[in-house]
């Protein structure tokens, strides 16, 4: 979808998700962000397929939830810590 520049797109409650993906689940080792999703579900779901692309066991997700234009106010949905699963 194309948005022009007088467009807005709204999300539910101003709420997005952002899944990083760390190697191994660990902070410290590399990582990327993955994307920027307005739906849990649709998150939860890119980032399950994404770590079975990468070897099922290589980089774990961590997804972040963060309010649209509010300062330092985020919630982590799931910790990275080989446990994985909201």
């Known amino acids: 979808m194309i948005v ?13 998700y952002i899944v990083t993906m760390y190697r191994y689940g660990d902070h410290e080792r590399h990582s990327y962000v993955l994307g920027t999703f307005d739906d849990l579900e649709l998150a939860n779901t890119e980032a399950n397929k994404e770590q079975e692309h990468r070897g099922g066991n290589k980089y774990y997700p961590e997804i972040i939830k963060v309010q649209l234009n509010v300062s330092k106010k985020q919630e982590v949905m799931n910790a990275s810590n080989n446990s994985w699963g909201i």
């Open 4 to 16: 022009k520049p007088t467009e807005t797109i709204k999300c539910k409650e101003n709420t997005l």
